[in-house]
């Protein structure tokens, strides 16, 4: 198949693209890992006049550490991110989300910021990024503000994102020394997509679970934090009684229309997760990482 035709430039900095997308804000997009552009391209489903490519712009690769935060450059690929010492040790939660992304292609070139801003509601990574509680730096023509990805996606590949703007980087708050992280899925056969994907990160005080956070990805229209689960979990210990009672709870701000494949997947998936915490944590003690 072939794309309707279309002018290619390369922006050497974030000023010079944004100010190549504001000339022709109708007709222009943004090219990154281009996983997802491309195929719609090919599909003549996109038809842009022009491609913006980011990935030479220096300043939306790498990824830093500050003092109570980790940040990341747009342009970082999914294989960045798993091979990362900064995130495996202070996000561990994304590096396992990520490492679980399509194939070893789809991670070499695949980006952080084109897969947040296509906003598939049944990506692996958007589970990550909501229990993480991660933030998003986005750069106008108002300049740059943040916003947290909790509100950034609308509806399934809408967001908050302007028709000027760039998401320039990410970043996402340090988690507690010894938390336990863990993402588990059921993936499409075909395509590799999670039919559910289940991501947590917990912390503990005495073998109780001091603090929970919980993000769930392709089983409703929109990836979302099962809070009434969350609050259920702090206090507790992961036995087998609380993992069966919390599991219940999972769905309680999911809207799928009475599905009960759907319920009951999330079910199983909920367990699972939550089964593994428990067995490492008994395994390297109630402080160790998972």
């Known amino acids: ?16 693209a944004l100010g190549w997308l504001a000339a022709d804000l109708e007709n222009s997009k943004i090219l990154a890992g281009g996983h997802s ?3 719609l391209m090919k599909l003549v489903l996109a038809q842009p006049q022009v491609l913006i490519d980011i990935g030479r712009i220096e300043a939306l690769h790498g990824i830093r550490t500050e003092t109570d935060h980790v940040q990341i450059g747009a342009y970082t690929t999914y294989r960045e991110l798993v091979e990362s010492p900064e995130i495996g040790e202070f996000c561990r939660l994304l590096a396992l989300s990520a490492k679980s992304v399509g194939d070893v292609q789809v991670r070499n070139r695949g980006t952080i910021g084109g897969s947040l801003c296509h906003a598939d509601p049944q990506a692996d990574i958007p589970a990550a990024m909501l229990a ?3 933030e998003l730096v986005i750069e106008g023509p108002d300049g740059k503000r943040t916003e947290k990805y909790g509100g950034f996606v609308q509806a399934p590949f809408i967001t908050n994102l302007g028709p000027g703007d760039i998401l320039t980087a ?3 708050p340090k988690l ?3 938390a336990a992280s863990v993402y588990v899925k059921r993936p499409h056969p075909a395509s590799g997509y999670p039919l559910i994907g289940v991501g947590i990160w917990m ?6 679970i001091n603090d929970c956070h919980v993000g769930i990805t392709g089983i409703a229209d929109l990836p979302y934090r099962p809070r009434h689960l969350e609050d259920f979990l ?3 210990s992961l036995k087998e ?8 709870l999972a769905g309680d701000e999911a809207d799928w229309d009475g599905d009960e494949y759907k319920k009951q997947l999330l079910n199983v998936y909920i367990t699972r997760a939550l089964s593994q915490l428990g067995e490492s944590t008994v395994a390297k003690g109630p402080n160790g990482d998972s």
């Open 241 to 248: 009684e609380t993992i069966i009672q919390a599991a219940s």
């Open 234 to 236: 702090k206090g507790s």
């Open 203 to 208: 912390s503990f005080t005495g073998g109780a």
């Open 1 to 16: 198949m072939y794309t309707a035709p279309f002018e290619y430039r390369k922006a050497d900095t974030v000023d010079q």
């Open 170 to 172: 990410v970043r996402i």
């Open 176 to 178: 507690p020394p010894g």
């Open 37 to 39: 552009l491309l195929p």
């Open 132 to 134: 993480l509680d991660a």
